[in-house]
């Protein structure tokens, strides 16, 4: 029996200014399922990330999580969709006038009714679940790089979302720490039955983690497949990426001339 899909995007193409970003990207993520979205710079990751989350309007195409539309339902539902949804950005994005405990808490306070004695003890639960239990009076600025990619996902899970996204997970920090953090998004997914999107340019770390990686190239859905079937691609722009190997693009002299010439060029 087929799981049931969680996050479709059909036909997604986006632009800033003149230059497309996202060129008729199809995705389609099934329940439980941990999709890496991996690229080189410029690809689409984050663009697509910031799309699937609504925070972006596409110049076309649908986007849909849990079954809904999310550019065409009203700003009521979005809010209550939103709720379905957790989010643990790169830099960590905690609020530094808050101490950690506060800011685990501060989604239950600002979409549920629970009472503070049961805000507490559910993100002081949510803080053990990433190993930060007793740190919960600290502030961001006395943290770790590690600490505070923990404590971000401790405030993502605090509603217990059904989706769950995350924007390099491992950036910055050592082999260690970015290993804990793998085990983290798996423990995550195995007890709590999230559905995961991770945008990372670490190999091991998608490799380890991925039911699935998604392949980006200029905005197009390069390849889909499995850690096995992406490891033993033969797609050029495939193998450069897990070669590490630089990408160098030839152009015909007119095309170069056209591209130091054209009124909308941007740097890539």
């Known amino acids: 029996m087929d799981k049931e899909t969680v996050i479709k995007v059909e036909n997604l193409v986006t632009h800033y200014g003149a230059r497309k970003i996202l060129d008729g990207l199809n995705l ?101 679940v990433v190993n930060l239990g007793g740190f919960h009076k600290l502030l961001p600025s006395q943290l770790s790089g590690g600490m505070i990619k923990r404590a971000a996902l401790a405030r993502a899970i605090v509603m217990d ?9 491992s950036a910055g920090l050592d082999p260690v720490v970015s290993s804990e953090i793998d085990d983290l998004i798996l423990s995550l997914r195995d007890t709590m039955g999230m559905s995961m999107v991770v945008v990372t340019h670490e190999l091991d770390s998608a490799f380890k983690i991925a039911d699935k990686i998604t392949v980006l190239d200029q905005g197009k859905n390069l390849i889909t497949g499995t ?32 591209r130091l010439t054209q009124e909308h060029y941007t740097l890539s």
């Open 161 to 169: 979302p059904k989706l769950l996204f995350f924007d390099e997970p």
């Open 227 to 258: 850690v096995e079937e992406i490891k033993k691609s033969d797609i050029k722009r495939v193998k450069d990426l897990l070669e590490r190997r630089s990408r160098h693009d030839e152009l015909k002299p007119d095309d170069y001339l056209k």
């Open 28 to 128: 389609d993520i099934k329940k439980g399922e941990i999709r890496v979205i991996m690229g080189g710079s410029g690809s689409g990751k984050s663009t697509l990330l910031w799309h699937i989350l609504g925070l972006y309007q596409p110049t076309q195409g649908q986007i849909e999580l849990l079954g809904k539309d999310i550019h065409n339902i009203s700003f009521n539902e979005q809010l209550k969709l939103k709720q379905d949804i957790g989010v643990s950005f790169q830099s960590g994005a905690l609020f530094s006038s808050m101490n950690v405990g506060e800011n685990v808490a501060l989604p239950l306070r600002e979409f549920t009714n629970l009472d503070e004695n049961t805000i507490r003890i559910i993100s002081r639960m949510k803080l053990e």
